[in-house]
């Protein structure tokens, strides 16, 4: 499995979020996404643009959908929380960290430009989970100032080590951290794509890394209206 190797300083976040702004899913090679059930490819086309009512234009459509492994771990305002608390909504969960120098905000700019371009009844259905892999530095104060930059259907969540590693393995996600430098700063190879979870708790799609907006608009749109 691919994964993300990331060398440079993570920039700050404001100038980040903004270059998320204009180069939507730029710089990443391969999704470095984890067999997490029986897939078919349903239109996978990185960049490109989704026909509305065809499911799976971002990427790679689950067929029949599994159920999404469970979690439970703390949210960025010290809640537990796990799967089913999000029952009824469509969850978008992406493993990244908030030290990701350009992956990480990118992908997250785009669940950003695509959730703008939504009505907002629709949008109000969705909620974008950050699953920190690096719960060292990633306190719940930190994700929350990390994702306040993006919204408020974005939510940071993050725990013990070992119960970071728990939820990775049940996913089928491998990572690896990098050994701190003498600043202490590291890096952490990670998948790039993300996964959205519907209504019932389901997997539906496996988002392709740097998949366009109008894609990934068109396949949450097509699962809120799905499920209501």
């Given at each position: 499995m691919q994964l993300l190797r990331?060398?440079?300083?993570?920039?700050?976040?404001?100038?980040?979020?903004?270059?998320?702004?204009?180069?939507?899913?730029?710089?990443?090679?391969?999704?470095?996404?984890?067999?997490?059930?029986?897939?078919?490819?349903?239109?996978?086309?990185?960049?490109?643009?989704?026909?509305?009512?065809?499911?799976?234009?971002?990427?790679?459509l689950f067929e029949p959908p599994p159920p999404a492994a469970d979690f439970t771990l703390t949210d960025e305002d010290g809640n537990r929380v796990s799967l089913a608390d999000f029952r009824g909504e469509v969850l978008a969960i992406y493993f990244g960290y908030t030290h990701c120098?350009?992956?990480?905000?990118?992908?997250?700019?785009?669940?950003?430009?695509?959730?703008?371009?939504?009505?907002?009844?629709?949008?109000?259905?969705?909620?974008?989970?950050?699953?920190?892999?690096?719960?060292?530095?990633?306190?719940?104060?930190?994700?929350?100032?990390?994702?306040?930059?993006?919204?408020a259907p974005f939510v940071g969540v993050t725990g013990s080590l070992e119960e970071v590693d728990d939820v990775l393995a049940s996913w089928g996600i491998d990572i690896e951290r990098g050994t701190p430098n003498e600043h202490g700063s590291y890096a952490v190879d990670h998948p790039a794509a993300s996964w959205i979870v519907d209504q019932e708790g389901r997997l539906r799609v496996k988002v392709a890394h740097m998949t366009g907006t109008d894609a990934l608009a068109a396949d949450l749109q097509a699962i809120v209206e799905e499920g209501n």
């Open positions: 990331r060398r440079a300083p993570w920039a700050a976040l404001g100038v980040a979020v903004a270059v998320a702004a204009l180069v939507l899913g730029a710089c990443a090679s391969g999704d470095g996404s984890p067999d997490a059930g029986t897939t078919t490819s349903a239109g996978e086309s990185a960049g490109g643009v989704g026909l509305a009512g065809v499911l799976g234009g971002s990427g790679t120098p350009d992956v990480c905000p990118l992908t997250l700019g785009t669940y950003k430009a695509a959730l703008e371009r939504l009505p907002v009844d629709v949008s109000e259905q969705v909620k974008v989970l950050l699953i920190s892999v690096d719960p060292d530095r990633d306190t719940p104060e930190v994700l929350k100032r990390y994702t306040d930059l993006f919204g």
